[in-house]
């Protein structure tokens, strides 16, 4: 799985706010977001904007600069009183650096001067995926060739998804999360079998570690005997 195709597919599973006041700039800059993401959302100024970050998940937010009444700078300041994690990318008919003073304390991910082209939107929606990507660990990288989706929690091996079943999933975020440190049956115990109030054998944790072997041609789980697991890397 490449970085580009990560990209894609985080993108596409996004949801992307698009403020811009000139309705034919927007039409024409949000069918080419729409190539990238299915849910695109649009907004004509800074209420209508505000109203539906509010009312829904929003991973990206895409703004113009120049709006009438309160302008895109305007409208990151209110949403930063509130979080500074959603990446933003602002569209300027200017130079970034008319607005890099009075910008930088809000956290703005790229800027795009205009005249804006299909490439420039596409570099910045790949580095805004990125950083969404190293900030959430969407595609976690097991080993090359193979990556942990832990927002759908399968397995992708040379993209194919590997569908896995509950307790194969919760062992594997316990493996992610120790970061290739090993993870004792104890501590097992605790993480699987007591959510689904269960009493753990030895033969069913080996059962659990035997399908995930089998789903993957790599070989990513490391055994310490007599004291538990952890990933190969």
């Known amino acids: 799985m490449q970085n580009s195709q990560i990209s894609t597919s985080i993108l596409k599973n996004s949801t992307i706010l698009y ?9 024409i800059i949000a069918e080419i977001l729409r ?20 009312a829904h998940q929003i991973d990206l937010l895409i703004t113009d600069i120049e709006m009438p009444g309160d302008n895109g700078l305007k409208l990151l300041e209110k949403l930063r009183r509130e979080e500074n994690n959603t990446p933003v990318i602002m569209l300027t008919a200017y130079t ?3 607005y890099l003073l009075s910008s930088i304390h809000l956290n703005v991910l790229d800027y795009i001067v205009k005249p804006i082209s299909y490439t420039k939107i ?14 959430n660990k969407i595609y976690f990288k097991i080993a090359d060739g193979l990556y942990y989706d832990k927002r759908n929690s399968n397995l992708i091996e040379d993209e194919k998804s590997i569908i896995l079943q509950k307790k194969e999933r919760y062992f594997l975020d ?9 993870v004792s049956y ?12 269960e009493v753990m054998t030895s033969s ?8 995930l072997r089998q789903k993957a041609a790599i070989n990513f789980i490391g055994n310490v005997s007599g004291f538990g697991y952890r990933l190969i890397r």
């Not at 403020?19 to 039409?27: F, G, N, S």
């Not at 596409?122 to 900030?135: R, T, V």
Request: net charge negative; with cysteine; aromatic share 6%.
């Open 174 to 182: 316990l493996l992610i999360d120790a970061k290739g440190e090993l």
């Open 122 to 135: 596409q570099d910045a929606l790949f580095k805004a995926s990125n950083m969404m990507n190293n900030e």
């Open 35 to 54: 190539e990238f993401c299915d849910d695109v959302k649009l907004a004509n100024n800074t209420e209508e904007a505000l109203n539906i970050f509010h």
């Open 96 to 98: 970034a650096t008319d």
């Open 204 to 211: 069913a944790l080996r059962t659990i570690v035997k399908k």
């Open 19 to 27: 403020v811009e006041d000139d309705c034919d700039t927007q039409e």
């Open 186 to 197: 104890e501590t097992m115990e605790k993480a699987l079998w007591t959510d689904f109030n």
